[in-house]
């Protein structure tokens, strides 16, 4: 991007859109273009109408061209140094956790707890601290996200005509991923399709909540059952056919089943019980991606469960196999 001119004594940016940055969504540009402004900012000026393209408003998700003027209305933009310094334990977690890397991708396994852009409230996220770790990478970009509390593989892009083909990519529903979940009870089906309309709702308290309503947009997973551990708890695999907020938490929960560990879509009492068995988060693993790179080749990747979660699972396969001998005897 390039700046057409001068800002005006106003504040105002105008931005002119490079052939390379066709075909983004403006508010992935803006995010972009207005580092440490947060999202909710962002998208607040463009709803309002602040930000134009060549003069016209637009909506957060209308395409931009190349030779496009972007207007930009007086924002504070964080300043470099204002971004928090990225701890040495995490840049050495980060570098452990990375999967695949090539020339134009990384693909990570991110650690349950760390958000994966800073903004409403967290001023530090994966991005931030993967830009700190690769400081001579000149374009990193997420490629889609995941819930701070959800780990596994996320990919980052290390060029913009990565970016435009995996995104193209997950519009048309051209990349695979697999999740691992553990539920709460005895899932009786050993394949089963949630097909539930999911909306966006927002509570009193401003907290965002997901559910299922007629007039949500249509939502598909597809589970499998992994391993069961009784009555107790479930072991699935989740496939989302289709790419929704917080999809997988709701429709287990939908079916029944909520996962364990979940604060906000999950059965307090359950969480609380497998605290003890040393389940201290969401159990919700991004295991498996599977796409076609640009030049035809098939990546796979899978990101290994964290410690923890193993142990708590052979914890649980402990307990079941001393009811089932106490109840032989």
């Not at 992935?28 to 999202?39: D, I, Q, S, W």
């Not at 962002?42 to 109408?49: A, F, M, T």
């Not at 019980?273 to 991606?289: V, Y």
Request: charged residues 30%; hydrophobic residues 35%; contains cysteine.
């Amino acid at each position: 991007m390039s700046d057409t001119n001068q800002p005006a004594a106003n504040g105002v940016r105008y931005i002119e859109v490079e052939e390379d940055q066709a075909g983004q969504r403006i508010d992935n540009f803006l995010r972009t273009a207005l580092k440490g402004v947060p999202k909710s900012m962002i998208y607040r000026i463009v709803r309002k109408g602040e930000v134009r393209v060549n003069k016209k408003r637009i909506k957060p998700d209308g395409r931009i061209q190349g030779g496009d003027i972007i207007r930009i209305p007086p924002i504070r933009v964080a300043e470099p140094n204002e971004v928090p310094i990225v701890g040495k334990a995490l840049l050495e977690l980060l570098e452990q956790s990375i999967l695949y890397e090539s020339k134009a991708l990384i693909v990570i396994n991110k650690p349950s707890g760390l958000a994966v852009h800073g903004g409403s409230g967290i001023n530090l996220g994966l991005i931030e601290a993967m830009r700190q770790l690769k400081p001579e990478e000149r374009f990193l970009e997420l490629v889609h996200r995941l819930d701070r509390d959800t780990s596994g593989c996320i990919m980052i892009a290390k060029k913009r005509s990565m970016l435009r083909h995996l995104h193209e990519a997950l519009r048309q529903n051209r990349v695979n991923k697999i999740y691992h979940a553990l539920v709460v009870g005895r899932w009786e089906s050993k394949d089963h399709s949630v097909d539930a309309p999911l909306r966006k709702n927002e509570l009193q308290s401003g907290e965002r909540i997901v559910r299922v309503q007629p007039d949500g947009k249509a939502s598909l997973t597809r589970f499998k059952i992994l391993r069961r551990f009784g009555v107790l708890a479930t072991l699935v695999e989740a496939k989302p056919v289709t790419g929704r907020t917080h999809q997988i938490r709701v429709h287990t929960q939908f079916a029944g089943h909520p996962i364990i560990g979940d604060d906000k879509y999950g059965v307090e009492s359950i969480n609380r019980d497998m605290k003890k068995q040393g389940i201290r988060r969401l159990f919700l693993h991004s295991a498996m991606l599977d796409v076609e790179l640009p030049d035809g080749e098939r990546l796979q990747v899978k990101a290994p469960l964290e410690q923890s979660l193993t142990q708590a699972l052979e914890r649980l396969a402990d307990q079941q196999n001393k009811i089932f001998q106490g109840a032989s005897e």
